[in-house]
């Protein structure tokens, strides 16, 4: 891989800047109408089964990693992303307080480039490009290498969506051939970033010089109580913990469990299709999974967990599911598996009173994964809203299959994403789910008010008069 950008390429990424631009002009008079149309295109070309079937099943081919039976089922995404873009104004004047005196007007943030994880070839694009189309906006993808192919070819599907709703296709380009100097070239020319990925792919979009939204590294936990149905939790543990081999950073991979319904949760998760490792079956994974320097290995990742025992060094019934270690008193740097896994695994802890659970989680978190999520099957309105208000999260799912809820779900009012921001706990610039609304730009139109001038005595209350020579 080149070392320095060539001038073929510089030349290729200015062409397709000069194209997105082209192709922005083209709709920048649309109405409303024409874009939820676009939208409605490229939501059904891109998402449509049998399709998007094909892509999904392409990406796991072409990347090794992943469930290839169950990623086709991730098209909910561009359905649910369609819901929103068509409830969301995107163009004209789309939000208006009159007691305040205030009109917002949306505008086009630009041509956006959007750096495509291996994860996810076949679903980020069109969950980014029906967003980022109906803000008038263009983008071009620049995929990882490992998946370049599937990415490409949804790029193609997406623009030919784009001529039958009679837009320019060059809305949505791909880089052909990626490498980390084209990548940092448009990052660099474009407007706008939206890195979904690793540490380093949004290490380097902050470090372009242009706005970037990117995302923060998962290590999702996950706290049980004694007012939990144990059999909801350990199906919606399970539904989370598999869903794509555990390939999402959303994944359950720490479970809390109070001490009196310890036992019996771990029965419901065996139920359920969980193997309990032994103390050296824990350390053979530990050895597999995280190479010398702590980077977890290739082998191991978002894989069933027949495969990662296989590698280990050891095996497992075939109707085992998912992993589980017993991982109590093991939280920090140089207890591995109280960082993000990756793959079907995840880690047992157990706790007496709540303030101990709390207490797990402040550690975790301190480890790694601060900013994203953390999830808690409780019927407690205490002990839910303690966790709310102690766990340094950006979002928190009660009783809810954690990577299945955390980007949006048709039973919860999250927004859909593919991109979860992770605050300035994660080094980002946002918490939020990142939507269409983080695709525009706004002109904020002020007319006069009523003055709205407090007394000096209401505003400095009890320290009004007080001598402070």
Known sequence: MPKELTEEDRAIAADMIARAR?????????TQADLDRLSQAIAWYAGNEKTFTRLAEQGVDESGIGDRAGRPAKRFK????????????????VETDEEKGLVKYAKPAGVIASLIPMTNPAMTPPVTGVSSANARNAVIFSPHPRTAGTTFEMTQIMRKACVEAGAPADLFQCVRHPSIPMTQ?????????????GKPMVTAAYSSGRPAYGVGAGNSSIVIDETADIEIAAQNTRISKTSDFGSGCSADGNII??????????AALQAEGGYLCSSKEKALLEAAMWDESGNRTFPTIACRPQQAADVAGFSI????????????????AKYKFSKEKLTTL??????????DALDTVR???????????????????ANIDALARVAPVSRMMVRQPQSKANAGAWTNGMPMTSSLGCGIWGGNITNENVTMKHMMNYTWVA??????????????????GRDVA
């Not at 561009?78 to 004047?93: H, W």
């Not at 550690?363 to 953390?374: E, P, V």
Request: net charge negative; hydrophobic share 35%; charged share 25%.
């Open 346 to 355: 995840m880690a047992l802890y157990h706790f007496e009173t709540f303030n």
């Open 78 to 93: 561009i359905q649910m992303v369609l819901r929103d873009v068509l409830r969301t104004p995107s163009t004209g004047i």
């Open 185 to 197: 070239h448009l990052m660099e020319e474009c407007d706008l970033t939206l890195a979904t990925g």
């Open 22 to 30: 082209g192709a922005m002009a083209e709709i920048e008079d649309w």
């Open 363 to 381: 550690a975790i978190y301190n480890t790694g994964g601060k900013g994203h999520s953390c999830g808690i099957y409780s019927h407690s309105d």
């Open 257 to 266: 469990i109070q001490r009196s319904i310890y036992d019996q949760m771990v």
């Open 447 to 464: 007319r006069p008010i009523p003055e709205d001038r407090p007394s000096e005595k209401e505003l400095f209350g009890e320290f009004y």
């Open 317 to 332: 019934p075939e109707d085992r599911k998912f992993l589980m270690v017993e991982n109590q008193g093991q939280i920090g």
